[in-house]
């Protein structure tokens, strides 16, 4: 897994066209997501992010803590999901009634909540599942109109 967190392709610039997946993992004592898409059956990591809870957040419930999860990273990347559809992958089946809610800050977004159960909604699986098969692509670092 080293090897492909420090290879290229790394990080992919965002495809406008494509739906955003955001992976949520909350542990004990950490909230860890993966912003990513998937342009055929490849996915192709945006972003990694990871936090350390507060004293008081490691207190939640495993449902608040996913639920935590998931809008920190909704709002850290707001600028990203406006206008776009975005795919969240949850282990916690109950997230899916909590965020359908009319009050629900998730109202904002054009959102899908897929089940996705433990291991398969792992952040090292899919760390584990982004090397590509083919040659790697060249990572486009020029803005348009240059």
């Known amino acids: ?18 739906p955003f997946e955001l992976m949520c993992d909350a542990s004990n ?16 990591a945006i972003a990694y992010v990871s936090r350390t809870m507060d004293p008081a957040q490691i207190n939640y419930t495993t449902t608040k803590k996913e639920l935590l999860a998931i809008i920190l990273m909704l ?30 800050k998730l109202r904002l977004f054009d959102v899908e909540i897929r089940d996705k159960k433990g291991a398969e909604n792992a952040i090292a699986d899919h760390l584990s599942r982004l090397e590509r098969e083919v040659d790697p692509l060249s990572i486009q670092d020029e803005f348009p109109n240059e």
Do not use: C
């Not at 967190?5 to 066209?17: R, V, Y």
């Open 1 to 18: 897994m080293k090897k492909r967190l420090t290879s290229a392709p790394i990080l992919q610039a965002p495809n406008w066209e494509y």
């Open 29 to 44: 004592s950490m909230l860890r997501a993966i912003l990513g898409q998937r342009v055929g059956k490849q996915p192709h």
């Open 75 to 104: 709002d850290k990347f707001r600028s990203y999901f406006l206008g776009s559809k975005i795919i969240i992958f949850s282990d916690h089946a109950t997230l899916k009634f909590l965020l359908k809610k009319s009050n629900a």
